[in-house]
């Protein structure tokens, strides 16, 4: 392993997504194709949890979200609120950069139909569990669908039925096995291409949810 929270390039904990991984990498030698990176803030107060890279997006790139129809929503959305600045342009070089924020994902190498299957969502859990243990001013968590949602709250050693996931739900975490302090976490509908193009989720929806984590930092910075 390359850091007990990032994978090594070559990660061999999953043989169907290292396989993929190969012939993405033959396919595509100009690309990333590689354990996609966490990207932000090194000590952050809100952290953005999605699924898996895609794979013409952050396969490509190397950073979350970026390339894909997905980081359309999200990173403006991070800008309007003060957790990012720059301009989004769906390329790595493009100068954007995270305030007091971070984005990981549950899974780090990109899946087949973008579907990690369960052994693959355990197999890389460890590095979501390095990842926040070394997050020490974190204070609001936001979780993209369902798979982050559970995966994250296993990462922590809770139990996700005692957590619905639901749409701008808001769980209050307490300090347990991986939360050295309480944290907030808001779930939200994945930002996805076809979650938007439904309908399931509007631009309103998710400014809704990025504001909820504005307004749980602050409230946390002043009662420091």
């Known amino acids: ?5 990032s994978p090594d390039k070559n990660c061999p904990l999953c043989p169907r997504l290292a396989q993929f991984r190969e012939e993405n990498r033959r396919a595509f030698p100009d690309k990333f194709n590689a354990p996609v990176p966490s990207f932000g803030d090194k000590a952050p107060a809100l952290l953005v949890v999605g699924l898996a890279p895609g794979l013409r997006g952050a396969n490509f790139t190397g950073r979350p979200f970026t390339g894909d129809y997905a980081g359309d929503l999200l990173y403006p959305t991070l800008v309007k609120y003060g957790f990012a600045k720059g301009t989004f342009d769906r390329r ?15 899974v780090r190498c990109v899946p087949p139909q973008n579907k990690p299957v369960g052994a693959e969502i355990n197999a890389c859990r460890p590095f979501l569990t390095a990842e926040f243990a070394s997050l020490d001013n974190l204070s609001a968590v936001i979780a993209l669908g369902t798979i982050a949602h559970n995966s994250l709250l296993r990462a922590l050693g809770l139990k996700a039925t005692a957590y619905k996931f639901g749409h701008a739900n808001i769980h209050a975490l ?6 050295k302090h309480p944290v907030t976490l808001i779930d939200s509908y994945h930002c996805s291409r076809y979650n938007v193009n439904t309908g399931r989720l509007t631009t309103q929806m998710f400014e809704d949810v990025v504001q909820k984590a504005r307004e749980t930092v602050d409230a946390a910075r002043k009662a420091a």
């Open 1 to 5: 392993m390359a850091s007990c929270t």
């Open 92 to 106: 790595i070089d493009d100068g954007l950069t995270l305030i007091d924020a971070r984005i990981t994902n549950a």
């Open 174 to 179: 307490r300090p347990e096995k991986g939360l």
